[in-house]
């Protein structure tokens, strides 16, 4: 071979590129992320040294960001950081994440893995579509441990591409302060209705100094909350804090739940002031979830690349606070329609199918409105969006 031929070989070769990424396509892949190391150019020669590993970033951590949606490109921490900071011991910490999918893939949690047992959480079942929000509630039993205590949460999202986010939790369980039970607790409620529910505050830190005399431990009063809810402080056992006479100082704290509370799950926190300068706030969680009088799950319903004239479905499940039947349903047409339970007899929780049968190719967009038997005839919409292909 001549020179002259070698050299247009090598040319040829250096002229070779990478295929470009398609743009706004699905998560990245692999899924993850990774950030320049490299230090600041130096003067001084650097002596040898192996070769140090790349940090890693899970791109799922983007999801927890509560900005996320306003600007998507971010670049995510290492891990998703909450600090429930100084409560009472044996308070249950609890806090909510909207999760927010900003990718053009559907995504949904597949596995949550816990560092410790003081950790807990509630499932997000439902798929999150490009664009779309969701729930994710951690909580932690500060009555498993005293004093500083960092634990960690993994949740890995799926299914077609995998990554899964680091969640770092912590607090301080202070011992000199104890909430029993460790959290108000309302469970699930009516909507429209009232609920009450108690917790019982006990101080054991010692004596309070004031100059040249002590004084008692006690609640001062109630910070001001846009929350529903009415909170009342009664003392229960007066004492000098001596270990000698009359005990302990506790406290009762009677919350309600307002009848006005929306319908949706309740995750507030109540702000109580103290005489205390080194803890002058103590912290009470709440949660619960009012239940609207009629509900549909999921709250829409979607279809993705249906071929024209051919036929998909979906179930959903329609249910209440007592048995009831589907009347009717407005909205239907040839396009999208439902089919109803065959026998219509009373039932708390009711599965509907729902058909999607495009007639061209293009976007469709439905609300389908169910009305019931119950008081009033409550009715619930069902928003129904689909796309029709060739």
């Not at 809810?229 to 007066?238: G, Q």
């Not at 349903?329 to 999607?356: C, N, R, W, Y």
Request: proline residues 11%; aromatic residues 6%.
């Amino acid at each position: 071979m001549t020179r002259s031929a070698v050299l247009l070989l090598a040319l040829s070769a250096l002229s070779i590129s990478r295929p470009a990424l398609a743009q706004g396509t699905a998560p990245p892949a692999p899924a993850i992320l990774t950030l320049p190391t490299a230090p600041p150019p130096s003067t001084t020669p650097a002596a040898p040294s192996a070769p140090q590993p790349i940090p890693q970033i899970p791109w799922a951590n983007k999801f927890f960001l509560p900005d996320i949606a306003q600007n998507p490109s971010q670049i995510p921490p290492a891990m998703i950081a909450w600090d429930f900071k100084d409560v009472p011991h044996g308070t249950l910490c609890s806090h909510t994440f909207t999760i927010t999918n900003v990718y053009d893939e559907p995504m949904q949690i597949v596995e949550v893995r816990k560092s410790c047992h003081c950790l807990d959480y509630v499932p997000m079942p439902q798929l999150l579509r490009p664009n779309e929000t969701g729930q994710f509630t951690v909580t932690m039993n500060t009555g498993k441990f005293v004093g500083h205590n960092a634990q960690t949460l993994y949740i890995t999202f799926g299914p077609k591409y995998i990554s899964t986010a680091v969640l770092k939790l912590s607090a301080t369980s202070k011992a000199d302060v104890t909430l029993s039970p460790g959290a108000i607790a309302f469970g699930t409620v009516s909507l429209g209705s009232t609920r009450s529910e108690s917790v019982e505050i006990e101080y054991r830190g010692g004596k309070l100094k004031e100059g040249n005399k002590t004084k008692e431990w006690k609640i001062q009063g109630v910070q001001a909350t846009a929350a529903p809810l009415d909170v009342k402080v009664n003392e229960v056992k007066k004492g000098l804090n001596l270990g000698l006479f009359g005990g302990p100082p506790k406290f009762r704290v009677d919350v309600m739940l307002k009848a006005n509370a929306p319908p949706g799950p309740i995750s507030e926190q109540i702000s109580l002031t103290t005489n205390d300068p080194s803890n002058p706030v103590v912290q009470v969680m709440v949660t619960g979830t009012v239940q609207a009088p009629l509900e549909v799950s999921p709250a829409s319903v979607h279809f993705d690349g249906i071929v024209a004239n051919q036929v998909a479905t979906q179930r959903v499940m329609v249910r209440a606070g007592k048995p009831f039947r589907i009347l009717q349903v407005e909205g239907q047409d040839e396009v999208v329609s439902v089919d109803l339970p065959p026998i219509a007899t009373p039932l708390p929780v009711h599965v509907l199918t729902v058909k999607f049968r495009p007639a061209q190719p293009g976007t469709v967009t439905r609300v389908l409105r169910l009305q019931t038997d119950l008081d009033g005839k409550v009715t619930v919409n069902l928003p129904v969006n689909g796309e029709g292909t060739k």
